[in-house]
């Protein structure tokens, strides 16, 4: 069974679930349905009072006033939800981190097909258009538009439902295929120390995603250690070793402005000596050029197999999901200069962009491994892609 079929399939029982709590809602009085479409209306607009005020927030172009805005205002424990929900559980949390992307992915299509009219050439290109929106990525928006065209002819789709059936089969089949070898596990090594690289731009997400992920797998028993090799950014050194001693795991600093390399270099001896378990080697996101990067990746990564022949075990590239192409982009240049294994993808809490997620898998074949949903210890996932496709194309299944 085709990806599409078991989506079809799930979309089906989900709605069939629905549909008995309908009828058993339609029971009641109608006072009783009356007094819950009020309170409806409520929790309506509740939420999207909540949208509106976090999009209000000020968003700066410069990643670095954006972390310390958010360093300042929303600290760890203050953090209180605006409504009185219960302590959310893991699944929850997932859903409505990523709520703001499927509705806004699966409305901008929705809008499509409600002015669909007949299969011509100006439906083509809205559907081009609503593509490009929704952040699947130029190349593939045109890709994808011009390998419709055909399909919708080879299927001789007329109907609205026929072609809204043919487009979003053939997204979630070229998805599909994509997909076919992609794994999202972390690479151990095989004996001694396991070393995850991290890199990635200014400001999306590095330290914090590895401060989530010593914590992780502190928890789970393993010793860990963590390198300081963004001697670059001020005060860089010292947000790692903050999160060091919140997860009470040990690093490797030297002070600002020394050789990436060689911090690499002693951590990478400590982690042979002392056998930690895992060596997460944080990076400066440097960009002037190439040539740089290329040069800087390619010394640490000598230093590197100097000691452990098959170190970096992983090299995790980490993208800021609120930015769309602009990621894509910096995911191509990345990839040209080292061999990324994985992307984890940040700040898919504060975002309508999840359509990256198709662009990702479509254009880079690099499988995106972990999520991160807020800014604390406890929100970051492993990436369960079709569960997060599945979302955006859910309803739009006919
Ligand atoms: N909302 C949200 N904020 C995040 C997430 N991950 C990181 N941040 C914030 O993004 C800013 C930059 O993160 P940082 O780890 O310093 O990025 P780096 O420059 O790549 O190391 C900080 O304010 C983080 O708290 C996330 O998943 N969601
Ligand atoms: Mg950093």
């Known amino acids: ?147 419709l065209r055909d399909e919708v002819k080879l299927q001789n789709a007329k109907s609205k439902d026929d072609v809204q059936n043919v487009i979003i089969q053939k997204m979630i089949d070229i998805y599909d295929q994509n997909g076919n070898d992609e794994n999202t596990e972390i690479h151990f090594a095989n004996q001694g120390p396991t070393v995850i690289l991290f890199v990635g731009v200014n400001g999306v997400g590095k330290t914090t995603t590895i401060g989530k992920m010593a914590n992780m797998y ?41 050789d990436p390399s060689a911090v690499v270099y002693e951590s990478v001896h400590k982690a042979k000596d002392e056998n930690y378990d895992i060596l997460f080697v944080d ?17 640490m990564k000598k230093v590197l197999t100097r000691e452990i022949p098959d170190a970096p075990h992983e090299v995790l590239l980490v993208l800021d999901s609120t930015t769309g192409q602009n990621a894509l982009n910096q995911a191509k240049l990345f990839k040209e200069t080292t061999n990324v294994s994985g992307i984890v993808l940040t700040k898919l809490d504060g975002t309508a962009k999840g359509g990256i997620v198709l662009a990702i898998r479509n254009e880079l074949h690099v499988p995106v491994k972990y999520v991160g949903l807020g800014e604390k210890v406890e929100d970051l996932r492993e990436f369960n892609a079709n569960d997060f496709v599945y979302g955006l194309f859910k309803g739009l299944i006919k």
Not at 286 to 293: A, C, E, Y
């Open 1 to 147: 069974m085709g990806l599409f079929d078991i989506f079809k399939k799930r979309n089906n029982e989900e709605e069939n679930n629905n549909s008995k709590v309908e009828e058993v809602k339609n029971d009641e009085t109608d006072a009783a349905v009356d007094d819950e479409q009020k309170t409806d209306d409520n929790v309506d607009q509740a939420s999207e009072q909540e949208t509106v005020t976090s999009e209000e927030e000020p968003q700066s172009s410069d990643p670095e006033e954006n972390s310390k805005e958010s360093d300042n205002e929303d600290n760890a424990d203050e953090e209180q939800p605006a409504d009185e929900k219960p302590v959310e559980d893991d699944q929850t949390k997932f859903t409505e981190g990523l709520e703001k992307s499927r509705s806004t992915f699966g409305e901008r299509l929705n809008r499509l097909f409600a002015n669909f009219r007949s299969v011509d050439e100006d439906f083509f290109e809205d559907l081009e258009d609503t593509l490009i929106e929704s952040d699947v990525g130029f190349d593939m928006a045109v890709n994808l538009t011009d390998q």
């Open 218 to 258: 502190k928890q789970q028993g393993k010793k860990v250690l963590l390198a300081a090799a963004d001697t670059f950014r001020a005060g860089a050194i010292q947000q790692l070793d903050e999160w060091a001693k919140r997860d009470g795991v040990d690093i490797v600093k030297k002070p600002e402005q020394s």
């Open 283 to 299: 990076t400066a996101g440097r960009l002037q050029n190439k040539v740089n990067l290329m040069n800087e990746l390619a010394k």
